[in-house]
């Protein structure tokens, strides 16, 4: 990835002692992605933001979006995993987990690529023991009839919501100076407001899933297709 902008935005993350969700692609095959040399001390890099309380997400095996179908959450129609078979997904499952054991990182949430996944992606991951799932609308973060805990993912920049929990999604590889000055006020103005993946999870843990969800889900995914283009979906 893009190392120079990273270390910039690592520092502030440190300076404002936030602790975000961080994607990791075990296997990157993405030439999308590939816009640096590699990192010779990449999973020394992971282990350390895990050893700092920072959370480890799990972003699909090699991020090659291979099919051209959007899955449960309907944002973009290209994914790595959606309709493929049920072996088909644990397997690429199963080598990924397997590369975050060998280098020592636990997995806490899974951050599907161009947020495209399936039914059988989640029955793969419960099979795997990863049930938390950093995507979808919601009014807030709830249980699924299989167990699952769904964590909305319903934002690319901050904005200012009056209740609820929002995940803000960034991709930073091809930040300019402006983008960067953007992403500090906000995580300064926002700071107070802003949680943990753990903490999270300990409050909302028994919260199911209901039926205003579903139509919150409707209504905000019906606004964001009128207010603007697709979002970044790596």
Same mark, same amino acid.
């Given at each position: 990835?893009?190392?120079?902008?990273?270390s910039e935005v690592e520092?502030?993350?440190v300076e404002?002692?936030?602790s975000?969700?961080v994607a990791?692609?075990?296997?990157?095959?993405?030439p999308d992605?590939?816009?640096?040399? =590699?990192?010779?001390?990449f !999973?020394g890099?992971?282990r350390? *933001?895990?050893?700092s309380?920072?959370?480890? /997400?799990?972003?699909?095996?090699q991020?090659?979006?291979?099919?051209?179908?959007s899955?449960v959450?309907g944002?973009?129609?290209?994914?790595e995993?959606t309709?493929?078979s049920?072996?088909e997904?644990?397997?690429k499952l199963?080598?990924?987990?397997?590369i975050f054991g060998?280098?020592?990182?636990t997995?806490d949430v899974?951050?599907?690529?161009?947020?495209?996944?399936?039914?059988?992606?989640?029955?793969?991951l419960?099979q795997l023991g990863?049930?938390?799932i950093?995507?979808?609308f919601a009014?807030a973060?709830?249980?699924d =009839?299989?167990?699952?805990? !769904?964590?909305?993912?319903?934002l *690319?920049k901050?904005r200012?919501?009056?209740? /609820?929990?929002?995940?803000?999604?960034?991709?930073?590889?091809?930040w300019t100076?402006k983008?960067?000055a953007?992403?500090r006020a906000d995580?300064?103005?926002?700071r107070?407001q802003?949680?943990?993946?753990?903490?999270?999870?300990?409050l909302?843990?028994?919260?199911?899933?209901q039926?205003?969800?579903d139509l919150?889900?409707?209504?905000?995914m019906?606004?964001?297709l009128?207010?603007?283009p697709?979002?970044?979906?790596a």
């Amino acid at each position: 990835m893009n190392w120079d902008i990273w270390s910039e935005v690592e520092q502030i993350l440190v300076e404002l002692k936030l602790s975000p969700i961080v994607a990791v692609v075990p296997d990157n095959e993405d030439p999308d992605l590939k816009v640096g040399p =590699a990192h010779p001390g990449f !999973w020394g890099e992971v282990r350390k *933001w895990q050893t700092s309380g920072w959370t480890i /997400g799990l972003h699909g095996y090699q991020h090659k979006l291979i099919t051209r179908e959007s899955g449960v959450v309907g944002i973009a129609q290209r994914s790595e995993f959606t309709g493929l078979s049920q072996q088909e997904q644990q397997a690429k499952l199963h080598r990924a987990t397997e590369i975050f054991g060998r280098e020592g990182v636990t997995l806490d949430v899974w951050v599907a690529p161009s947020h495209s996944f399936d039914q059988r992606t989640l029955f793969a991951l419960k099979q795997l023991g990863l049930k938390v799932i950093s995507d979808g609308f919601a009014l807030a973060p709830h249980r699924d =009839a299989n167990g699952l805990l !769904w964590i909305p993912q319903q934002l *690319w920049k901050f904005r200012w919501r009056p209740f /609820g929990v929002w995940t803000v999604c960034f991709h930073h590889n091809r930040w300019t100076k402006k983008d960067m000055a953007s992403f500090r006020a906000d995580v300064q103005t926002y700071r107070e407001q802003i949680s943990d993946l753990r903490s999270v999870v300990n409050l909302y843990s028994c919260r199911h899933h209901q039926v205003f969800d579903d139509l919150y889900a409707g209504v905000h995914m019906a606004t964001r297709l009128l207010r603007r283009p697709n979002p970044p979906t790596a």
